[in-house]
């Protein structure tokens, strides 16, 4: 088990299927088929990375954050065909609550609904819970975005509420975000071998 996390390492979660490796700054070139052809990709995201200003945005931002142990971004690449499927990310690392979110997740049309995000986040949870120590691993979504929502139920996060207009969208307005969660034991009492069963 890792006694702190470091977020200046480079830690790179693996399976058959999928290759989470850390976001680097050259990496803008491997996302940015995306910002360019399916904008529509962050319809709900509060950051956007949509187009080439929002992707070198984005790529920038996550890097910083990185920088300053706020947030630790991966790249994914899905394994059976060397592709560059999306990205996604912890963020609101709190060693002394042992607590993170996971979130800023995002893949390209298609790979979604292939199964990769579920392998995904089983290294996600895996690495969390098991080697970094973590006691409760928090998601959050625009309360509208029914896949998404949908998605981290089936992996076994537990809804816990809605916190009203808490956040600005990039194109106006404000949205409610929905909280879920997974907490140590129960990724220990069935929910890792749950997820495992679907992968």
């Known amino acids: 088990m890792i006694s702190h996390f470091d977020t200046t390492a480079n830690y790179t979660l693996e399976d058959d299927s999928v290759i989470l490796r850390p976001l680097q700054a050259d990496d803008l070139?491997?996302?940015?088929?995306?910002?360019?052809?399916?904008?529509?990709t962050w319809q709900y995201s509060n950051v956007s990375a949509k187009y080439e200003d929002g992707m070198r945005r984005y790529v920038n931002d996550a890097l910083k954050?990185?920088?300053?142990?706020?947030?630790?971004?991966?790249?994914?690449?899905?394994?059976?065909?060397?592709?560059?499927?999306g990205s996604t990310r912890y963020y609101d690392i709190q060693p002394k609550l042992n607590s993170l979110q996971l979130g800023y997740t995002w893949y390209g049309e298609k790979f979604r609904g292939t199964g990769?995000?579920?392998?995904?986040?089983?290294?996600?949870?895996?690495?969390?819970?098991?080697?970094?120590?973590?006691?409760r691993v928090e998601f959050r979504a625009d309360a509208r975005n029914e896949r998404s929502i949908a998605?981290?139920?089936?992996?076994g996060c537990q809804v816990e509420g809605i916190l009203r207009s808490n956040m600005p969208?990039?194109?106006g307005g404000r949205r409610d975000s929905i909280?879920?969660?997974?907490?140590?034991?129960?990724w220990e009492s069935g929910v890792k071998e749950r997820l495992k069963g679907k992968l």
């Not at 954050?65 to 499927?85: S, W």
């Not at 392998?119 to 006691?135: G, I, S, V």
């Not at 998605?151 to 992996?155: E, F, P, R, T």
């Open 29 to 40: 070139e491997n996302l940015l088929p995306f910002a360019i052809n399916e904008p529509t």
């Open 116 to 135: 990769l995000n579920k392998h995904c986040k089983f290294l996600l949870l895996q690495f969390a819970f098991e080697e970094l120590n973590m006691m």
């Open 179 to 186: 909280i879920l969660s997974i907490l140590k034991d129960e």
């Open 65 to 85: 954050a990185r920088a300053e142990g706020r947030e630790y971004p991966f790249i994914v690449i899905d394994k059976q065909t060397g592709e560059f499927a």
């Open 151 to 155: 998605a981290m139920k089936s992996i």
């Open 169 to 171: 969208l990039e194109d």
